[in-house]
């Protein structure tokens, strides 16, 4: 059995992908810091799969700590480095601590990549390296485009980072993964996306605005040109996401890579706007969301969708589960942690 380091995987999307390779015979071993997630994820992978992870809990900027974890676990194939701060708005306030952690969480990684033995590396890179595009469905060969906050000058910088290492050392091998709009939860409910406060991302604040802790959805902008005037996003169901790195760890330890670094674009293809978000989540749970519509949002791009088919040819994998059952799933993890949450009280 192959094991895996995923770093941040007590995360949202970390989770779901644990239960994924798990469920694909590989053995895991988790290093977060609980700084953006909680241990209790652990419980739900465990759950699900019959199988409870090795976990580590510390802070990967540590990088005596990244060493010592490879001396402990020599028998690590691949890396998927999912382990970052991920809130726009919070890194135009404390770019610092963004620019810090996720850079640096990064370079020990490679660091110790290099002193042990080269396995390949998966990144959790972003849409928004691609800005507002010029065209659309956007393209991996889309000019990245300057960053709009200082969490997606990260992105960027992380990927170029990368890029140089394998350049200087051609035995490193890597997988960018471009993530457009992840959502949904494992149709267990058992493991979901569970932000901390109150939501910035779209569909926890759909869910939780139904679910009454919220009083309104806030609709940011109506005035978009759109075929509706809201503005256009590609959701993607985080399960057919996290399978999409079972596809990429198995494509670099089968040495399938046709360089040592590649990069591809995780979407459905479908550009989907606010207001049909808000009736296909209706049509999926039978619940009314109360809306108003507002000013737009500060930094928000009209429209953006991926071209997937790069990544449907050569990596094999599409996106399959529908909106409707990916919106529906949102709402029975708000239901299940809602109710795990007021019983613990
Ligand atoms: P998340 O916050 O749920 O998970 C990230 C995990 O990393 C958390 O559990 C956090 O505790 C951990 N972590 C952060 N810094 C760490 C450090 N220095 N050491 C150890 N652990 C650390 O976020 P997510 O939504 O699962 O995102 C995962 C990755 O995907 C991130 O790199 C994010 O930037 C990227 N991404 C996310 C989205 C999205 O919409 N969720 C979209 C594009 C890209
Ligand atoms: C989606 C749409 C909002 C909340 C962010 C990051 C991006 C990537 C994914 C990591 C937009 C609208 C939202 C609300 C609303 N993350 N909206 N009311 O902005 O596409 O991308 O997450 O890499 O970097 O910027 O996602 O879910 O915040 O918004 O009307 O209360 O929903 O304006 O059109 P976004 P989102």
Request: net charge neutral; hydrophobic share 40%; proline share 3%.
């Amino acid at each position: 059995m192959d094991r895996i380091l995923v770093t941040g995987g007590t995360g949202y999307i970390g989770s779901h992908t644990v239960v994924e390779l798990i469920n694909n015979g590989f053995k895991v071993v988790i290093v977060d810091n609980l700084s953006n997630s909680n241990i209790e994820v652990l419980d739900g992978i465990t759950q699900i799969t019959g199988t409870k992870p090795d976990f580590e809990k510390f802070d990967l900027c540590d990088r005596q700590k990244v060493i010592q974890l490879f001396e402990k676990y020599n028998d690590i194939k691949a890396i998927i480095h999912f382990a970052a701060l991920k809130a726009v708005g919070e890194s135009v306030e404390m770019p610092l601590s963004y620019y810090h952690n996720n850079l640096e969480s990064l370079i020990n990684l490679l660091i110790a990549m290099e002193k042990f033995g080269h396995p390949g590396l998966v990144f959790s890179s972003s849409c928004t390296v691609y800005g507002q595009p010029d065209e659309l469905p956007v393209t991996e060969k889309a000019p990245i485009k300057k960053a709009m906050s200082p969490y997606g000058n990260t992105k960027q910088i992380c990927e170029e980072i990368i890029g140089d290492a394998i350049q200087a050392n051609n035995k490193l091998k890597a997988i960018s993964l471009r993530y457009f709009n992840p959502i949904g939860a494992h149709k267990s409910a058992l493991i979901g996306e569970l932000p901390i406060g109150v939501p910035l991302n779209l569909v926890p604040f759909v869910t939780q605005a139904v679910a009454g802790i919220r009083e309104k959805l806030r609709v940011f902008g109506n005035d978009y040109n759109t075929p509706d005037g809201t503005a256009v996003r590609d959701y993607i169901n985080i399960v057919d996401l996290a399978k999409a790195h079972v596809v990429a760890v198995k494509r670099m330890l089968n040495g399938l890579n046709k360089n040592n670094l590649e990069v591809f674009n995780l979407g459905t293809g479908r550009g989907v706007s606010v207001l049909e978000i808000i009736d296909t989540f209706e049509k999926a749970t039978g619940k009314k969301v109360n809306y108003e519509i507002v000013d737009r949002r500060q930094g928000d791009v009209e429209m953006v969708y991926a071209d997937t088919s790069f990544a449907n040819k050569e990596l094999g994998w599409k996106a399959e589960i529908s909106l409707e059952e990916t919106l529906a799933s949102a709402w029975e993890w708000e239901k299940y942690i809602r109710n795990k949450m007021n019983k613990s009280k």
